[in-house]
Nanobody, 120 residues
Framework: QVQLVESGGGLVHPGGSQRLSCAAS?????????????LGWYRQAPGNQRELVAA???????NYTDSVQGRFTITRDNTKTMVYLQMNNLKPEDTAVYYC?????????WGQGTQVTVSS
């Protein structure tokens, strides 16, 4: 069984920063999935479709959607099976539930996500 558990969300003021974490199961399945797949952070705002905002390959190559380029940084720690999203200069339009998953996503790996609310 593989589980991806997100944490680190909360309420932040515009211009502020937040760091999200995603922990993958530390069993043979989780370690295998984590080590061989691109991983991504996704978000879904009310009324919108879920979108991929950042992705990272096993060797650390990254890609970002235009709206977060230069503000968000995705990193991974393969030894700890963790993936992180550092979000800086947050804007109200970044408000959403954030999820981690493989890239492309795998339906059975969706977790509960973590809510990020950017508001003054």
């Amino acid at each position: 069984q593989v589980q991806l558990v997100e944490s680190g969300g909360g309420l932040v003021h515009p211009g502020g920063s937040q760091r999200l974490s995603c922990a993958a199961s530390r069993n043979i399945f989780g370690i295998t999935v984590f080590s061989i797949n691109d991983l991504g952070w996704y978000r879904q705002a009310p009324g919108n479709q879920r979108e991929l905002v950042a992705a990272i390959s096993p060797d650390g190559s990254t890609n970002y959607t235009d709206s977060v380029q230069g503000r968000f940084t995705i990193t991974r720690d393969n030894t700890k099976t963790m993936v992180y999203l550092q979000m800086n200069n947050l804007k109200p339009e970044d408000t959403a539930v954030y999820y981690c998953n493989t890239d492309p996503s795998t339906d059975r790996y969706w977790g509960q996500g973590t809510q990020v609310t950017v508001s003054s």
